[in-house]
């Protein structure tokens, strides 16, 4: 992930995507397999696919502790079904572990050394506020914006107008980096933000 430095000249905060920019999926397959024994590879991805599919669809149901237990709860049914499988949502979504990106942390380091204020907005729902912790990088953010505690999901400029406001920069002070242009290109637009494409 990389900002030129003539555009951190230009700029008081840089807001940053979530999934596939700051934080990757560890491949869950060989944990699953520990925990489904007999289940082939090619059949728990294809449970994985559905419940990926059901997540994206109601991500934004997972606004606070109590919700986001449901939905995990309701995918872990869905990729149960799908697999024939009987697991706990507790063994499911321990399963699936988050890493930080290899250039993230001395990326996040470089852009505080400017003095620039750091936000996540992020299709995601309310336990980013957990894996951020958990590989060390809260301290990173002075706000994380979650689809689904605003309750909708970019390209809708909400999650944005709404890290904006918390951190008190104006739009043009900011820039998004983030892997999809439909959903972090096209929101940031809408809300008055320069975009960059991370790689």
Not at 2 to 12: E, N, Y
Not at 87 to 115: D, M, Q
Not at 134 to 145: M, T
Not at 176 to 190: F, I, K, S
């Amino acid at each position: 992930m990389r900002v030129g430095q003539r555009m951190l000249a230009s700029v008081d905060a840089v807001t940053i995507d979530g999934y596939g920019t700051l934080l990757q999926l560890v491949d869950p397959v060989p944990a699953l397999s520990e925990l489904a024994p007999g289940k082939s590879a090619d059949a728990i991805r294809a449970a994985l696919d559905a419940e990926l599919s059901y997540y994206l669809d109601h991500s934004v149901e997972g606004r606070d502790g109590a919700s986001l237990a449901k939905l995990r709860a309701d995918c872990t049914a869905v990729f149960n079904e799908v697999l024939g499988s009987a697991l706990t949502p507790e063994e499911y979504i321990g399963a699936l572990e988050f890493e930080p990106l290899p250039e993230i942390p001395e990326t996040l380091r470089r852009l505080r050394a400017h003095g620039l204020a750091l936000a996540v907005v992020a299709n995601w729902d309310f336990g980013l506020h957990e894996h951020l912790h958990e590989q060390g990088l809260r301290h990173w953010f002075d706000v994380v914006v979650t689809a689904a505690e605003v309750g909708v999901k970019k390209p809708d400029p909400r999650p944005f107008h709404e890290a904006l406001h918390r951190l008190g920069v104006r739009p043009e002070r900011a820039v998004h980096v983030g892997d999809l242009p439909t959903h972090d290109g096209e929101g940031a637009a809408a809300a008055g933000i320069r975009f960059v494409q991370a790689p």
